[in-house]
């Protein structure tokens, strides 16, 4: 599960991707659940089968103790092998380190200022700024390194995690070799993707689109692949293997696999029995919508209700169990069965429709198989008519079961 703990952050970095609803709002989100309390968080956990928490930011250690708060009920309810890691800056200190062990946090990963170890700009003669430039890239250095060091005091796995900035393939090199020095547990690089918040802030810089179908950055997984290229060559161990432990993460893994991944085991969790799962985590139903009021105003007495409703009527016949096989939502004037079923009925009420005998015994109905994320908003992203006319049900012809 990804605990996005607040959306406040010290930094102002260029790429930042959050999502105008989270960049600098002290908000709460458990993967893309907006949550108020531990017990949300642990229930979107146990919604989406969750082997670990990744508490993420803004920077979490800005509210340090809410982010102990949170993970250490998370590791008191699902046990000491629930991972735990967490992403912050280098203002972390002794004190949170403390806390956060406290707490039980396994792994820790930190993101240096990209800005200040920047380069110098070599095609232009510009002796006082790039002196400026050194100094800040040297300072940026020695604190990452700094910082590293104390969290490995507390923290038993401790890593580096940056964006893969077209083109700064020497410094991601240098930082590779530094930090191997200590040494770290891994370094991840993550490809550079745009977002509605920080696309014009990456085009200002000079980065341009990879293509017109993912929100991927020309040259950030080149610069990824030759740093680990290098590093392959030169930073090695006694036994000539890569001494450090590098993973590159292309955006469209992060995105479609990690989500998928997650949307597939929260499915799993709150599906009902007549819905379907897609390949990738999405719910499927069947809708029957009649015109508002048509089954009735009062929630509470359902069975009421639909008592006289002629296509629950038929879905009893056919000995389908109301909140099993079939819901239905008074307020919107809608039934809920499985896709497939549903179809049937259609293709049945289809072949029968010229038929004298139909009578208008459904009332007017429309249906429509309705395609949806697993999460709490339910968001559609897909609805089908499946009729165009409006059908009628002859009570006299279906005694077929369709079960
Ligand atoms: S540290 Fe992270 S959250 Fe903060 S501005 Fe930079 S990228 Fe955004």
Excluded at 156 to 184: F, T
């Amino acid at each position: 599960m990804v605990l996005f703990i607040t959306g406040t952050c010290n930094r102002k970095c260029y790429y930042c991707p959050l999502s105008e609803n989270r960049k600098n709002k002290d908000v709460i989100y458990a993967n893309e659940r907006k949550i108020n309390s531990i017990d949300e968080a642990i229930e979107e956990a146990e919604i989406c089968g969750s082997k670990g928490v990744g508490i993420t930011g803004g920077n979490p250690i800005l509210k340090i103790d809410r982010t102990c708060k949170y993970l250490k009920a998370l590791k008191d309810h699902f046990g000491k092998d629930f991972h735990a890691h967490l992403y912050t800056t280098l203002e972390i200190t002794e004190e949170h380190l403390q806390k956060l062990k406290e707490a039980g946090l396994d792994e820790i990963r930190l993101h240096p200022r990209m800005e200040n170890l920047k380069n110098e700009d070599k095609t232009e003669n510009k002796n006082n700024k790039n002196n400026k430039i050194e100094n800040k890239k040297e300072l940026e250095l020695n604190k990452l390194i700094e910082k590293l060091t104390l969290c490995k005091k507390y923290i038993n796995k401790v890593g580096v995690e940056i964006p893969a900035i077209p083109n700064m393939d020497d410094e991601i090199s240098l930082i590779i070799k530094k930090i191997n020095e200590i040494p770290v547990d891994f370094i991840n690089l993550n490809e550079l993707e745009y977002s509605e918040t920080n696309y014009n802030n990456l085009l200002e810089k000079g980065f341009n689109e990879k293509n017109d179908y993912s929100s991927r950055m020309e040259g950030s997984q080149e610069t990824a692949l030759n740093a680990i290229n290098r590093a392959k060559k030169h930073i090695l161990d006694e036994n000539n293997n890569l001494a450090i432990k590098m993973h590159y993460c292309p955006s469209t893994l992060k995105d479609s696999v990690q989500m998928k991944n997650r949307l597939i085991n929260r499915a799993k969790n709150v599906a009902k029995e007549y819905e379907l799962i897609t390949d990738e985590g999405l719910l499927i139903k069947g809708i029957v919508k009649y015109n508002e009021l048509e089954l009735g105003t009062d929630e509470s007495n359902v069975e009421a209700n639909i008592e006289n409703n002629p296509f629950v009527q038929f879905l009893q016949y056919n000995e389908l169990e109301l909140g099993i096989d079939y819901e239905i939502n008074i307020c919107k004037s809608e039934i809920y069965l499985n896709p497939i079923l549903l179809e049937e009925i259609i293709d049945y009420l289809k072949d029968n429709e010229d038929n004298a005998e139909l009578e208008n015994e459904f009332g007017e109905f429309r249906a429509y198989i309705s395609e949806y994320y697993p999460t709490v908003d339910k968001l559609e992203v897909q609805r089908t008519p499946l009729v165009t006319k409006k059908p009628k049900l002859n009570l006299k012809r279906r005694k077929k079961n369709l079960k």
